[in-house]
Nanobody, 127 residues
Framework: QLQLVESGGGTVQPGGSLRLSCTAS????????IGWFRQAPGKEREGVSC????????NSADSVKGRFTISRDNAKNTVYLQMNGLKPEDTAVYYC????????????????????WGQGTQVTVSS
């Protein structure tokens, strides 16, 4: 059973940075596409960024392009989301999700495509 655990959330001032981590247990992530999603109070879940199982393909929402970077270290079974230039509108609970895929250069930020989800980590951007 694949289990995902997010960490690295917290409170930061506008313009600040955070790095979120998503670590998997029980199953090696080598063949899993990973996505990051977020949900703010009263809003629908939004796809933020994704990375292919080999790490060669990424995709991000327009709202975070140029500010957020997704990466992975398969040796550590961990995917990261580096968030720079944070804005108050980035405040949300951030979730990572995994989907098995034999395709090496594909990922998606459509949440319904993922079958495994972490519990989430809170990110608050406030002065």
């Amino acid at each position: 059973q694949l289990q995902l655990v997010e960490s690295g959330g917290g409170t930061v001032q506008p313009g600040g940075s955070l790095r979120l981590s998503c670590t998997a247990s029980e199953i090696n992530l080598d063949y899993y596409v990973i996505g990051w999603f977020r949900q703010a109070p009263g809003k629908e879940r939004e796809g933020v960024s994704c990375i292919s199982n080999g790490g060669g393909t990424t995709n991000s929402a327009d709202s975070v392009k140029g500010r957020f970077t997704i990466s992975r270290d398969n040796a550590k079974n961990t995917v990261y989301l580096q968030m720079n230039g944070l804005k108050p509108e980035d405040t949300a609970v951030y979730y990572c999700a995994a989907r098995y895929s034999p395709l090496r250069n594909w990922c998606t930020i459509v949440g319904g495509s993922y079958g495994y989800w972490g519990q989430g980590t809170q990110v608050t951007v406030s002065s």
